[in-house]
T-cell receptor, first 117, second 112 residues
Framework: NAGVMQNPRHLVRRRGQEARLRCSPMKGHSHVYWYRQLPEEGLKFMVYLQKENIIDESGMPKERFSAEFPKEGPSILRIQQVVRGDSAAYFC???????????????FGPGTRLTVL | GQQLNQSPQSMFIQEGEDVSMNCTSS?????WLWYKQDPGEGPVLLIALYKAGELTSNGRLTAQFGITRKDSFLNISASIPSDVGIYFCAGRRIQGAQKLVFGQGTRLTINP
């Protein structure tokens, strides 16, 4: 099953540390999206990337958060100097076409659950 | 920001009953998607709708894209224990907008 893969599944950090979340899209998909889910809430869009490009980061906090999708390797969501409010589930999705094109569908990974102590 | 209003927030039903949930918005959406999320897992796509008025089935699940393009519903017939979980509607607001907007979810609990 070559679905979207995320690691780690669970990550514990102390306040002030850095968190790195990884996402490998489905085979053949070159469009990656990151979403954040707080307990008992729906997912909220953070950022949309294609290989080596950030296309839309309108949902990303202006400070401490960054994302990349290099030519080789997984997409990385990086959170610097984590605070307790960063505790959430972070989901990655991938799609084959991207750009909101007709019929394009996003497939989600299992998520990384970040806990900040 | 953009938001989808999903209802009900939770449902407690008996096994075998039919289930209905819906999603509404004050804005027009050109794509509606329904996902199911199990505890500790990511959302899994159930049904995708791309045209106003479209009615699509996937086994015991049926979903419709509202004519006004501002709403969608999901029905589950003859519920079984494995239907338990959280169901999310998601929409794409305008053509070319890549991000999905999610509803708050409907938590389905089934009494055997």
């Amino acid at each position: 099953n070559a679905g979207v893969m995320q690691n780690p599944r669970h990550l514990v950090r102390r306040r002030g540390q850095e968190a790195r979340l990884r996402c490998s899209p489905m085979k053949g998909h070159s469009h990656v999206y990151w979403y954040r889910q707080l307990p008992e809430e729906g997912l909220k869009f953070m950022v949309y990337l294609q290989k080596e490009n950030i296309i839309d980061e309108s949902g990303m906090p202006k400070e401490r958060f960054s994302a990349e999708f290099p030519k080789e390797g997984p997409s990385i969501l990086r959170i610097q100097q984590v605070v307790r409010g960063d505790s959430a589930a972070y989901f990655c999705a991938s799609s084959p076409q991207g750009g909101g094109s007709f019929g394009d569908t996003q497939y989600f990974g299992p998520g990384t659950r970040l806990t900040v102590l | 920001g953009q938001q989808l209003n999903q209802s009900p927030q939770s449902m407690f039903i008996q096994e075998g009953e039919d289930v209905s949930m819906n999603c509404t918005s004050s804005s027009i959406f050109n794509t509606w998607l329904w996902y199911k999320q199990d505890p500790g897992e990511g959302p899994v796509l159930l049904i995708a709708l791309y045209k106003a008025g479209e009615l699509t089935s996937n086994g015991r699940l049926t979903a419709q894209f509202g004519i006004t393009r501002k709403d969608s519903f999901l029905n589950i017939s003859a519920s079984i224990p494995s239907d338990v979980g959280i169901y999310f509607c998601a929409g794409r607001r305008i053509q070319g907008a890549q991000k999905l907007v999610f509803g708050q979810g409907t938590r389905l609990t089934i009494n055997p």
